[in-house]
């Protein structure tokens, strides 16, 4: 399992979903890639995760719905602790980050 630590930087996680490839989406190498270099080259510090593991559950995001239409979708944001309870922890390091990668990414040109 990769581990994503609070104050490394946006979160950018390839793949979600359950049930292998039938209810997942999952992004291109290239796709990848392209947020890979657009990260590096405005130089936003940023890590892989994942979304929990196969088919154990744990949640999920809207990019299985979006892939359906044929979508390239990567799933960016900013690591958190106890999601969702009212004690959720983030770091500013990593919300600065998350803005600033979905500024660039606004802003970029598409391919």
């Known amino acids: 399992m990769i581990k994503t630590l609070l104050g490394r930087g946006v979160v950018v996680t390839k793949f979600t979903g359950s049930g292998g490839k039938y209810s ?6 290239e796709f990848v890639g392209f947020i890979r270099r ?18 154990e559950g ?30 959720e922890i983030s770091s500013k390091v990593d919300l600065l980050s998350s803005y600033l990668a979905y500024r660039e990414f606004l802003s970029s040109k598409p391919q």
Do not use: C
């Open 38 to 55: 657009l990260l590096n080259s405005a130089s936003i510090p940023w890590q892989t995760g994942e979304l929990g593991r196969v088919d």
């Open 24 to 29: 997942a989406n999952d992004a291109t190498a």
């Open 58 to 87: 744990g949640g999920g995001t809207i990019a299985k719905f979006l892939a359906e239409y044929s979508m390239d979708v990567i799933d960016m944001g900013p690591g958190l602790l106890a999601m969702h309870s009212p004690f």
